[in-house]
């Protein structure tokens, strides 16, 4: 069974816990000094959080699939996705081991398919999910088109 996948950096780890614990009425189930992951069943998401020096909000998205199997039937669905596909492979990354595969959606929001290994001692140094990401990266010349002021919300005024 998949499971969905989200990753948020934050400012304040411990803060970030105490709220998402809260949130999600949930400890979470691995706690380091610079990350933090719950791996809830209601919802059915692995929800994670970490210092690892980007800006604070969503980081990136994802599908965790439990074998091989499923990695290889979501790896099929990128495809299709259309966007370039960024086979990481074998990596360990947020203290964990896995293989990979990362694509942007239409947003440029990055998502990443995985299938979970083992354990890993260490964050990881990010050397494939950078590498990845930044072969995924759009063009950064062109500046961003202004938002109309009618299309504005109360929010946003």
């Not at 948020?8 to 949130?23: K, P, R």
């Not at 980081?59 to 499923?70: F, N, S, T, Y």
């Not at 990128?78 to 239409?106: H, M, N, R």
């Not at 299938?115 to 494939?128: F, K, M, P, S």
């Amino acid at each position: 069974m998949k499971r969905m996948h989200v990753h948020v950096a934050v400012e304040n780890l411990q803060h970030s816990i105490g709220f998402y614990s809260a949130l999600f009425d949930a400890q979470p189930a691995v706690v380091k000094t610079d990350y933090a992951k719950w791996m809830l069943d209601d919802p059915r998401v692995n929800f994670a959080i970490s210092t690892r020096g980007r800006a604070p909000g969503l980081d990136h998205l994802g599908i965790q699939v439990e074998d091989k199997a499923e990695l290889q039937e979501v790896y099929a669905r990128l495809s299709k996705a259309g966007g370039t596909v960024i086979e990481q492979g074998e990596t360990a990354c947020c203290y964990a081991k896995s293989e990979k595969s990362w694509i942007d959606d239409p947003a440029g929001i990055a998502w990443e398919t995985f299938h979970t290994t083992g354990e890993n001692t260490e964050y990881g140094d990010g050397t494939g999910e950078r590498e990845a990401r930044v072969a995924n990266a759009k063009s950064c010349c062109a500046p961003a088109p202004p938002v109309p002021a009618s299309a504005a919300t109360a929010c946003c005024k």
